[in-house]
């Protein structure tokens, strides 16, 4: 029998909508999580996620805790459409007979890893918008008279980056962003597959949405802890604010090197907790409003050529 053919333009399209909703659910978390991983033995104003989040709202209300979410939606509802139906195509092409090998499925995830966007800019608003957060919070380091600081917009970040880094600027942290997100295709897709499988009805059968969903949070929390340590070094990387007596780095083996010796092995793990929090239900919510079949079913109206 022949395979069943995929619609990738459909693919497409569920894969940006489960992104754009799952990112929504969990976006206060995600920005907790990046904040704690910048933070440096020199500079830590916060101890932990809740202390993140409600020194958030102090400083910049509730509606704080969203902003940015604009340039990351705007980031990660490609990202997610291409990561998520770019497995599916790789998984359809590398089949044979409807079946495929454990290699095989850690190679269609290498090839969604590799597929996505980085979300350089996100990151970059999310440090800009600690530093000025932080100078809200402690009006002692700032000089007397000094204007205070407002947060900056994509594009003012954008335009600074490329006039100051040039276009090379764009791509600061893209090796360790890579090394990151492969391994965690690797690990995330063949592992959701398999749990997911697990819950299926019948042979055919799709799995009930509560499977998915735990299955989307188990193999994402999993695959997130996994390729934390190198997630700390992307956000290193790519930090353009930087307080005087916060370190520097020229590349992945320099950060790699600096953070061993200044803060210990246990760096690593920052921000591990809340990664884990962010990725699995992101991953969850994803993965069920993926397989809604929403592309499908707005596809199904645009008119057929005829053969």
Known sequence: MADKQISLPAKLINGGIAGLIGVTCVF?????????QNQQNGARLYTSMSDCLIKTIRSEGYFGMYRGAAVNLTLVTPEKAIKLAANDFFRHHLSKDGKLTLFKEMLAGCGAGTCQVSDL???????LRATAAQKKLMPETVAAGTVETKSPTAMQLTRDLLREKGIAGLYKGLGATLLRD???SIIYFPLFANLNNLGKRGIDGPAPFYVSFLSGCL???????AVNPVDVIKTRLQSLNRGS????????TDCIRKIMRNEGPS??????????LVIAPLFGIAQVVYFLGVG???LSFLPKKDN
């Not at 206060?28 to 704690?36: E, N, S, V, W």
């Not at 800019?121 to 440090?127: A, I, K, R, S, T």
């Open 296 to 298: 499908e079913f707005i």
């Open 267 to 276: 760096a690593f793990l920052k921000g591990a907790y809340c990664r884990a």
């Open 28 to 36: 206060p978390i995600d920005l907790a999580k990046t904040r704690l």
């Open 245 to 252: 007596t916060e370190d520097t780095y020229s590349g992945v």
């Open 121 to 127: 800019l996100f990151l970059m608003l999310c440090v």
């Open 219 to 225: 193999a994402g929390s999993t695959a997130a802890v």
């Open 182 to 184: 492969v391994p965690f």
